[in-house]
């Protein structure tokens, strides 16, 4: 049988490459073949009949949940968070200037009709795959795809390789890259997130991305229900790559702020999953409360996220000091406070509150 390659079908059938890659990977090109890294297509098939006009379509309304695991997630503390939610008393507006996973952003976004919604954080990798999920969901599909099918068949070896090469072009991207890669960067960053260990995002010194492959047998690296959910639920939310400080002129009186600061360490070692090129300092901690108090004379609805010191050391006074003007309750979470998996239990977290 001759053989044609996926660029020679993409030509012929006038479409993209990766699309092509796509429906091989889908079984949706009868006889279609991988030799190494390529696909070799059947010089006699037929383009297969596009189904994207039905894949594609609008999908019913359905709740949206964080597209990543992200360190110091706070799926464990919605409950807790939820009872903070003003939206029944008039407020219209929110604000999440420490974004991360965002489950408690999905959590109301799922639940509300917010008119205006604000969302920020320092990770620039993290922004752009939410901006990605927002603006160009097919594009970046595509691509997810692709990762899945290929890495899914690998053996523990080719795995790690192939890891470790992604991992190698992601960091390229990050230090080299421009908006015309930014597509493959947020696919990267999703796949890495994936297959990494615990879903860790940690840089080093250099801002390089450098957590092993995890052991996961099965991972879910393109969960497309959820992503069009959730870039369904992105379509009017404000995306910024910034400082906090930067949320002060969306904020006013209509506005729920929820702030999820990088934790004050409990321990030397649980700053080990720092997850942007430089720690939050106390300093900062203060900055932020001063930030918070400023925010409060505005009208706003604040609560604020961080860990208790009191866990390890019972006369640490303060996160007590730097909020004093304001409510503090304690609430359990299931944290790792130390390197060792001996260390994990439950331990106390700091819901702090304007109101």
């Not at 901006?131 to 595509?142: A, H, M, S, V, W």
């Not at 390890?312 to 309750?329: A, C, G, L, R």
Request: aromatic share 10%.
């Amino acid at each position: 049988m001759e053989y044609i390659s996926a660029r020679e079908a993409a030509d012929k059938w006038g479409i993209s490459q990766r699309r092509v890659a796509v429906l091989c990977s889908e079984n949706r090109i009868e006889k279609a073949a991988r030799i190494g890294n390529m696909w070799v297509i059947p010089v006699d098939a037929e383009k297969p009949i596009d189904a994207r006009s039905t894949r594609y379509a609008p999908i019913a309304d359905k709740s949206a949940k964080p597209f990543l695991k992200w360190a110091g997630g706070k799926g464990q503390l919605i409950k807790e968070i939820e009872k903070y939610y003003p939206f029944n008393d008039g407020i219209t507006k929110y604000a999440e200037p420490f974004v991360g996973g965002g489950a408690v952003l999905f959590d109301i976004l799922n639940r509300y009709e917010i008119d205006e919604v604000y969302i920020s954080d320092t990770n620039a990798e993290l922004i752009n795959t939410y901006r990605i999920i927002k603006e160009n969901i097919d594009e970046l599909i595509g691509l997810l795809m692709i990762y899945q099918s290929e890495y899914l068949p690998l053996d523990t070896e080719a795995r790690k390789e192939y890891y470790i090469n992604k991992r190698e072009c992601f960091n390229e991207l990050k230090v080299n890259g421009n908006e015309q890669t930014n597509i493959r960067k947020a696919a990267l960053m999703i796949f890495l997130n994936k297959t990494c260990f615990n879903g860790l995002y940690r840089v080093n010194k250099k801002g390089l991305f450098n957590v092993p492959i995890g052991s996961y047998k099965n991972p879910l690296i393109c969960d497309e229900d959820n992503l069009r959910a959730v870039s369904k639920k992105l379509q009017n939310v404000t995306i910024v790559c910034g400082d906090y400080k930067m949320a002060g002129d969306f904020i006013d009186e209509n506005t729920f702020v929820y702030c999820d600061p990088p934790y004050r360490p409990l321990t030397e070692t649980s700053s080990f999953t720092a997850y942007t090129e430089s720690l939050f300092t106390d300093d900062e901690q203060i900055e932020l409360a001063k930030f918070v108090d400023e925010m409060n004379k505005k009208g706003a609805k604040i609560v604020v996220s961080n860990s208790d010191p009191k866990n390890t050391n019972e006369e640490d006074e303060f996160f007590d000091n730097i909020y004093s003007k304001h409510k503090i309750k304690r609430v359990e979470a299931t944290r790792m406070i130390n390197s060792n998996s001996q260390g994990r239990g439950k331990i106390k977290e700091l819901l702090i509150s304007n109101f």
